[in-house]
């Protein structure tokens, strides 16, 4: 209604429980005594009333706020520096998503590990650059655990120890 985006079959469809009284038997069978019906059948009246005037000016629509934020927990390069393991918790508007992990060469890579659990311990270490050792709490339940990660015929392997 105020975005001048009003869909006719809703507005009918609303319009008719009003004017039916659908709404009020609804709360009559819920237990609304009389005067409570009487005060909500005026009330609906007046937004149909409210609804069925078009606005002069559309009111422009709010685009809902999306905020993507990333909070590092382990970011280790490779002995040979070809490589990076990255662990990073991930929100959206602030709400925690989940847990995840990369391995990234300079032009390329891919995940290894998801699970969610804010707040719970992962680390990890290299053994060598071919091995990355990760270690967590023993109660995360991975939602991905790959035991391997290859990019361009490197390939690494990913040991997980619980704790």
């Not at 659908?22 to 069978?29: M, T």
């Not at 559309?58 to 999306?66: E, G, L, S, T, V």
């Not at 699970?115 to 992962?122: A, I, M, N, P």
């Amino acid at each position: 209604m105020e975005t001048k985006a009003q869909d006719k079959r809703i507005f009918d469809e609303v319009k008719r429980i009003i004017l039916t009284d659908q709404d009020l038997k609804v709360w009559g069978d819920l237990g609304a005594d009389a005067d409570m019906l009487d005060e909500r059948r005026i009330l609906l009246h007046n937004f149909l009333e409210k609804i069925s005037k078009p606005k002069d000016k559309a009111k422009r629509r709010i685009k809902p706020k999306f905020e993507y934020k990333s909070i590092e927990l382990v970011n280790i390069t490779a002995p040979d520096g070809l490589k990076n393991f990255e662990v990073s918790e991930q929100y959206v508007n602030d709400n925690y998503i989940h847990t995840g992990s990369n391995m990234q060469w300079s032009s390329g890579g891919g995940s290894v590990l998801y699970f969610t659990g804010q707040g719970k311990k992962v680390s990890a270490k290299w053994l060598d650059s071919q091995t990355v050792e990760v270690l967590h709490d023993k109660d995360i339940i991975f939602t991905m655990k790959r035991d391997s990660s290859y990019f361009c015929g490197d390939e690494v392997k990913v040991i997980y120890i619980a704790k």
